[in-house]
């Protein structure tokens, strides 16, 4: 999508305004900015052809997980919109919370939102359908040592696809980085899919199932 439309929820206005510049810079199109949940759902409202939502986790009028909630409730309504949360803090539980979620989700740090490239690159993954964690938060997860027996049984290689596939990145994505041909990725994901034991289902639904064993690994 080359213009995705974007509502921002969050109460601190220096990082929404940051998050709104560097989005309306990128091209997408920002409707709106809310500063908390009953925001949030007027504007929704008003904008049925919303396709994401930047939600800060800690809002108004406890900051706690307001954020998180607000993702939960509008899955079950059956609402499918993109919704990618921005969190201060690396946290494996949230991150599990909001994949499980389930739909088009992304879990991003928001010092992350310092590089408009990976604030935008998250955006249109999880607009497309995809799911994204933050790399910090893979990264610390892979360094676990709770890490599933399940895991265990993955080669260095197939490690390196699954944190990639963690943080949002396609087939094609993952064999520029790692200097592959997207046939070999493939292989590399269909077996480690396997080693976790995911049964055949749609792709989509078979990686996001992957990356919530490597997510709930480290808690």
């Given at each position: 999508?080359?213009?995705p439309?974007?509502?921002?929820?969050d109460?601190?206005?220096?990082?929404?305004?940051?998050v709104?510049q560097?989005?309306?810079?990128?091209?997408c199109?920002?409707v709106?900015?809310?500063?908390d949940?009953?925001?949030m759902h007027?504007?929704l409202a008003e904008?049925?052809?919303?396709d994401i939502?930047?939600?800060?986790?800690?809002?108004?009028?406890?900051h706690t997980?307001?954020?998180?909630?607000a993702?939960?409730?509008?899955?079950?309504?059956?609402n499918?919109?993109?919704?990618?949360?921005?969190?201060?803090y690396v946290s494996?539980?949230?991150?599990?919370?909001?994949l499980?979620?389930?739909g088009a989700?992304?879990?991003?740090?928001?010092?992350?939102i310092?590089?408009?490239?990976?604030?935008?690159?998250?955006v249109r993954?999880?607009v497309?359908?995809?799911t994204?964690v933050?790399p910090?938060?893979v990264?610390l997860l892979?360094g676990?040592t709770?890490?599933?027996?399940?895991?265990d049984?993955?080669?260095i290689?197939?490690h390196?696809v699954?944190?990639?596939m963690?943080?949002?990145r396609?087939?094609l994505?993952?064999?520029?980085?790692l200097?592959?041909?997207v046939?070999t990725?493939?292989?590399?994901?269909e077996?480690l899919?396997d080693k976790l034991r995911?049964a055949?289902?749609?792709?989509?639904?078979?990686?996001v199932?992957a990356?919530?064993?490597l997510l709930?690994a480290?808690?």
């Open positions: 999508m080359t213009h439309k974007v509502l921002i929820v109460d601190a206005v220096l990082v929404s305004e940051g709104r560097l989005l309306m810079t990128a091209g199109d920002v709106g900015i809310a500063r949940v009953d925001a007027h504007l904008h049925p052809d919303l939502l930047v939600l800060d986790i800690r809002m108004p009028p406890d997980d307001e954020g998180i909630r993702l939960e409730d509008l899955r079950s309504a059956g499918p919109i993109g919704v990618l949360l921005l969190s201060m494996p539980t949230l991150a599990v919370r909001a499980s979620a389930g989700t992304g879990y991003l740090l928001k010092e992350r310092t590089n408009g490239e990976a604030l935008v690159a998250a993954t999880v497309a359908g995809g994204v933050d910090e938060v990264a892979l676990s709770g890490r599933s027996q399940l895991l049984t993955l080669t290689r197939e390196e699954l944190q990639l963690a943080e949002g396609s087939n994505g993952i064999a520029t980085v200097h592959l041909s046939k990725v493939e292989t590399h994901v077996h899919l995911i055949p289902s749609p792709e989509e639904h078979r990686r199932l990356v919530l064993e709930r480290g808690n």
